[in-house]
């Protein structure tokens, strides 16, 4: 049994992440002790200023092994080894645990996928582990009930879910230019700046629909509320922009593509180079033929023209030709959708025990 430090008794929630610890919780693996004299490692949330997390250590006199994680986009990749490489110098031995598939250092552990298949699929006895959770607060089930695929006798081409953060980052400043260039067409858009949300499945609480009801709630803060079924039912494809757009340093995919997927959805989606590559080669996910792709191997500078140009070629299908290529290729869909949810998941423990057991 692995054992890891949690000071409950003196609870910081940048120290120690309750909040993040879904990796944890279903690993039988793994269990949680408040004495650190009795742990095997501690468990920390990177933060890009280390300083404050390390007197704490001090403080407590916590000399053991650290295992630093950033579990979700790892977006801020450079000050993340940089971080992993303080803590070493400042004296504790210390393993990053981290979501980036060009990262080969560490431990590289697919939470996100991993998180898809635990809510969609596997879900735990008792939920309020996952109530206490961050981007699934006040979680009821229904919010992950999964329909048959299936198309509505009048569909749409698309479904384009736009979580928007203004013009600050590169991925906000693309979703506000797609928005605007979908707008006008057979689709559903969503435009959260605007007041433009997608309805959830299922249960919604009152606070969860103060704050923004829909797929990627964005005034609460990003609660991860999947977008209802019927939007699926009625339309082919979800084009959308991933969180990672530019750049070879940082490949991480989010449930930005994994819920259409098991939604039952083709996916027209704008990520990092060469991601249709990936999702094909590691993950062996299937992609119709009458859908272009080809943007996915351009440049950073041209990738995103190349996109646009890439979306209009479906959107000038007619809507009757897309019904009929949709049931052609719907074995498509049923593949991928069984294939995120039984892609192989590698114990952590053991991993963690590897690298523990690398340092005696």
Same mark, same amino acid.
Request: with cysteine.
């Given at each position: 049994?692995?054992?890891?430090?949690?000071?409950?008794?003196?609870?910081n929630?940048?120290?120690?992440?309750?909040?993040?610890?879904?990796?944890?919780?279903?690993?039988?693996?793994?269990?949680?002790?408040?004495?650190?004299?009795?742990?095997?490692?501690?468990?920390?949330?990177?933060?890009?200023?280390?300083?404050a997390?390390?007197?704490?250590?001090?403080?407590?006199?916590?000399?053991?092994?650290?295992?630093?994680?950033?579990?979700?986009?790892?977006?801020?990749?450079? @000050?993340?080894?940089?971080?992993?490489?303080?803590?070493?110098?400042?004296?504790w031995?210390?393993?990053?645990? @981290?979501?980036?598939?060009?990262?080969?250092?560490?431990?590289?552990?697919?939470?996100?996928?991993?998180?898809?298949?635990?809510?969609?699929?596997?879900?735990?006895?008792?939920p309020?582990?996952?109530?206490?959770?961050?981007?699934?607060?006040?979680?009821?089930?229904?919010?992950?009930?999964?329909?048959?695929?299936?198309?509505?006798?009048?569909?749409?081409?698309f479904?384009?879910?736009?979580?928007?953060?203004?013009?600050?980052?590169?991925?906000?400043?693309?979703? @506000?230019?797609?928005?605007?260039?979908?707008?006008?067409k057979?689709?559903?858009?969503?435009?959260?700046?605007?007041?433009?949300?997608?309805?959830?499945?299922?249960?919604?609480?009152?606070?969860?629909?103060?704050a923004?009801?829909?797929?990627?709630?964005?005034?609460?803060?990003?609660?991860?509320?999947?977008?209802?079924?019927?939007?699926?039912?009625?339309?082919?494809?979800?084009?959308?922009?991933?969180? /990672?757009?530019?750049?070879?340093?940082?490949?991480?995919?989010?449930?930005?593509?994994?819920?259409?997927?098991?939604?039952?959805?083709? /996916?027209?989606?704008?990520?990092?180079?060469?991601?249709?590559?990936?999702?094909?080669?590691?993950?062996?996910?299937?992609?119709?033929?009458?859908?272009?792709?080809?943007?996915?191997?351009?440049?950073?500078?041209?990738?995103?023209?190349?996109?646009?140009?890439?979306?209009?070629?479906?959107?000038?299908?007619?809507?009757?030709?897309?019904?009929?290529?949709?049931?052609?290729?719907?074995?498509?869909?049923?593949?991928?959708?069984?294939t995120?949810?039984?892609?192989?998941?590698?114990?952590?423990?053991?991993?963690?025990?590897?690298?523990?057991?690398?340092?005696?």
């Amino acid at each position: 049994m692995l054992k890891l430090y949690r000071d409950d008794d003196d609870y910081n929630p940048f120290l120690h992440g309750h909040h993040h610890e879904l990796i944890w919780d279903l690993d039988p693996n793994i269990t949680f002790v408040n004495n650190h004299k009795r742990a095997d490692a501690m468990y920390v949330l990177a933060q890009t200023d280390p300083s404050a997390q390390q007197n704490q250590l001090k403080r407590i006199g916590y000399k053991g092994p650290v295992l630093l994680c950033s579990l979700f986009h790892t977006d801020e990749s450079t @000050h993340y080894r940089q971080c992993v490489d303080w803590w070493n110098e400042a004296g504790w031995r210390t393993c990053g645990i @981290h979501t980036n598939l060009n990262l080969r250092r560490w431990i590289m552990f697919d939470h996100l996928i991993y998180r898809t298949q635990v809510y969609f699929q596997d879900m735990h006895d008792d939920p309020t582990i996952f109530q206490n959770r961050l981007w699934t607060k006040e979680f009821d089930p229904s919010l992950f009930a999964l329909d048959d695929i299936t198309l509505s006798e009048n569909p749409k081409h698309f479904l384009a879910p736009m979580r928007t953060y203004g013009n600050q980052m590169q991925r906000g400043r693309l979703r @506000h230019d797609t928005i605007s260039y979908l707008k006008d067409k057979n689709g559903y858009v969503s435009d959260h700046e605007n007041g433009v949300y997608f309805e959830p499945e299922g249960y919604c609480s009152e606070s969860q629909l103060l704050a923004g009801e829909g797929e990627h709630n964005y005034f609460g803060g990003g609660t991860w509320m999947p977008i209802a079924n019927k939007y699926y039912r009625d339309s082919i494809a979800s084009i959308f922009v991933e969180t /990672i757009t530019f750049g070879n340093d940082v490949k991480t995919i989010t449930e930005k593509t994994w819920d259409p997927l098991v939604k039952g959805h083709f /996916i027209l989606p704008y990520g990092y180079r060469g991601m249709i590559k990936d999702l094909k080669k590691i993950y062996n996910i299937r992609f119709p033929d009458w859908i272009d792709y080809s943007y996915d191997d351009k440049a950073d500078w041209e990738r995103y023209a190349c996109y646009k140009e890439c979306i209009q070629k479906f959107l000038d299908m007619p809507i009757d030709t897309v019904k009929e290529l949709w049931h052609k290729d719907k074995p498509i869909l049923e593949h991928n959708r069984k294939t995120v949810l039984s892609h192989p998941v590698p114990s952590l423990s053991d991993k963690i025990k590897d690298w523990l057991n690398e340092g005696q």
